[in-house]
C-alpha cells in the first residue's frame, strides 16, 4: 500500500514536499512515479525515477521546478515542488511498479492522493 502526503494550500511561488511511503510491503526494487489530476483534465505525468534513483524523467511543465528523490532505506520517495504556479492545482498521486516509465497504466500499485492548492 502506498501513501501519499504533503498536499495543501499555498500561494504562487510557494514551495510543497510531498511524500510517498510504502507499508507493508518495500518498494527498493521498484520503480516509482508521480502523477497528477486536475479538475477537467486527464491525468498527467509528473515525474518518476527507477528503483536504483539514477534514472529520473519529469515532464516538460514541472522540468527545474520540481525534484523527485528516493530514499530506499526508509521506503520513501519525495516530490520537492518549487516555483509552483495555479496550473500545478491537482491531486497528486504516486504510483509504484516494475520499471520506469511515463505510461501510468504500467505502474502496479497506486497511493490515494494528495490534493495541492496553489492560489494566485
Given at each position: 500500500?502506498?501513501?501519499a502526503?504533503?498536499?495543501?494550500?499555498v500561494?504562487?511561488?510557494?514551495?510543497?514536499?510531498l511524500?510517498?511511503a510504502?507499508?507493508?510491503?518495500?518498494f527498493?526494487?521498484?520503480?516509482v512515479?508521480?502523477?497528477?489530476?486536475?479538475?477537467?483534465k486527464?491525468?498527467?505525468?509528473?515525474?518518476?525515477?527507477s528503483w536504483s534513483?539514477?534514472?529520473?524523467?519529469?515532464a516538460n511543465?514541472?522540468?527545474?521546478?520540481?525534484?523527485?528523490?528516493?530514499?530506499?532505506?526508509?521506503?520513501t520517495?519525495?516530490l520537492?515542488?518549487s516555483?509552483?504556479?495555479?496550473e500545478d492545482t491537482?491531486?497528486?498521486?504516486?504510483a509504484?511498479?516494475?520499471?520506469i516509465?511515463?505510461?501510468?497504466?504500467?505502474?502496479?500499485?497506486w497511493?490515494?492522493?494528495?490534493?495541492v492548492t496553489?492560489?494566485s
Amino acid at each position: 500500500q502506498l501513501q501519499a502526503s504533503g498536499g495543501g494550500l499555498v500561494q504562487a511561488g510557494g514551495s510543497l514536499r510531498l511524500s510517498c511511503a510504502a507499508s507493508g510491503r518495500a518498494f527498493s526494487s521498484n520503480a516509482v512515479g508521480w502523477f497528477r489530476l486536475a479538475p477537467g483534465k486527464e491525468r498527467e505525468f509528473v515525474a518518476a525515477v527507477s528503483w536504483s534513483g539514477n534514472n529520473i524523467y519529469y515532464a516538460n511543465s514541472v522540468k527545474g521546478r520540481f525534484t523527485i528523490s528516493r530514499d530506499n532505506a526508509k521506503n520513501t520517495v519525495a516530490l520537492q515542488m518549487s516555483v509552483l504556479k495555479p496550473e500545478d492545482t491537482a491531486v497528486y498521486y504516486c504510483a509504484a511498479g516494475r520499471s520506469i516509465t511515463v505510461v501510468a497504466g504500467s505502474y502496479d500499485y497506486w497511493g490515494q492522493g494528495t490534493e495541492v492548492t496553489v492560489s494566485s
